[in-house]
T-cell receptor
């Protein structure tokens, strides 16, 4: 158990809908990272938050957004969902140089 | 941009040794990571190299040559449970801790 908690574990939704994925980092970790892993691509970095502020941005679509709250949990919001958004979404936390991954949310868009 | 290459698949016999190579070309370098990922599960941290040389941790060792943009992960005394995908990842920036991942190497251990 990495100490990083993600909910829900599975999510099935229709195209055009909006979903929210939730992540609680390890106790004491200020950083949260979001990654997407689809079958045809490896792990792709989406965005990092540090103590409530956006720290780094990867290839995150404009339809996707994230935030980190004062209690340090983070939410990834995915809107106007497309079939191609079906993937495993991982959250990770940790301070340099390590990152520990949650179990992921498997999103299926139908 | 970031370019991280590793072989797609490798097969080895239980009890043997396997070496997974990773080459990288990135805009900066602040550390190389190896993760193990079983299908449908979270990546788990295996090793971290920031200086040249070999880091040994039990049955797993990782080597880094920064001048060659090259690393390898060595798995010794292979066990069936080692069948998994092994991901090479590079941290490029000193200002953040995002990782750029290779596509992963699927290792199959056969009896």
């Amino acid at each position: 158990d990495s100490g990083v908690t993600q909910t829900p574990k599975h999510l099935i939704t229709a195209t055009g809908q909006r979903v929210t994925l939730r992540c609680s980092p390890r106790s004491g970790d200020l950083s949260v990272y979001w990654y997407q892993q689809s079958l045809d691509q490896g792990l792709q970095f989406l965005i990092q938050y540090y103590n409530g502020e956006e720290r780094a941005k990867g290839n995150i679509l404009e339809r996707f957004s994230a935030q980190q709250f004062p209690d340090l949990h983070s939410e990834l919001n995915l809107s106007s969902l497309e079939l191609g958004d079906s993937a495993l979404y991982f959250c990770a936390s940790g301070e340099a140089p390590l990152a520990f991954f949650g179990q992921g949310t498997r999103l299926t868009v139908v | 941009g970031q370019n991280i290459d590793q072989p797609t698949e490798m097969t080895a016999t239980e009890g043997a040794i396997v070496q997974i190579n990773c080459t990288y070309q990135t805009s900066g370098f602040n550390g190389l990571f190896w993760y193990q990922q079983h299908a449908g599960e979270a990546p788990t941290f295996l090793s971290y190299n920031v200086l040249d040389g070999l880091e040994e941790k039990g049955r797993f060792s990782s080597f880094l040559s920064r001048s060659k943009g090259y690393s390898y992960l060595l798995l010794k005394e292979l066990q069936m449970k080692d069948s998994a995908s092994y991901l090479c990842a590079v941290r490029s920036s000193s200002n953040d801790y995002k990782l750029s991942f290779g596509a992963g190497t699927t290792v199959t251990v056969r009896a």
